[in-house]
């Protein structure tokens, strides 16, 4: 239950630096930004792996980059899901999932939550 939470703190974190470095991505609070990576997380648990495997001959046949048009819708729902989230175009929507990968991969580094051994 610790490293779901301290995912879940990382990814908000990296939901608000991405907010501040892309002017087409609004967050109005750091409630808004916890929330956001809650949803983000369970709609990348659930919902994308489904997405992904009925667009495996798109994905093949684009050798690989309709894997970001399908980050992109991720991003969009989430945008239209959660109150006081929203992201202003298709290319912001590419951009913020971008940094947001890379700064919660980089949060969770520094805090320790990628660790084999831990549970």
Do not use: C, Q
Not at 3 to 25: D, M, P, Q, S
Not at 91 to 100: G, Y
């Amino acid at each position: 239950m610790g490293k779901f939470f301290a995912k879940t703190v990382a990814t908000a974190v990296a939901v608000l630096i991405a907010a501040y470095l892309l002017k087409g991505v609004h967050v109005d609070s750091g409630a808004t930004a916890l929330l956001v990576a809650l949803v983000l997380g369970l709609l990348n648990s659930f919902i994308k792996p489904i997405l992904i495997l009925l667009t495996i001959p798109i994905t093949v046949v684009t050798l690989g980059l309709f894997l970001l048009v399908i980050n992109i819708i991720i991003i969009k729902w989430v945008a239209d899901i959660v109150p006081g989230f929203t992201v202003d175009s298709w290319l912001h929507a590419l951009f913020f999932s971008l940094v947001v990968s890379f700064m919660s991969s980089f949060i969770e580094a520094l805090i320790g939550t990628n660790r084999k051994g831990d549970s």
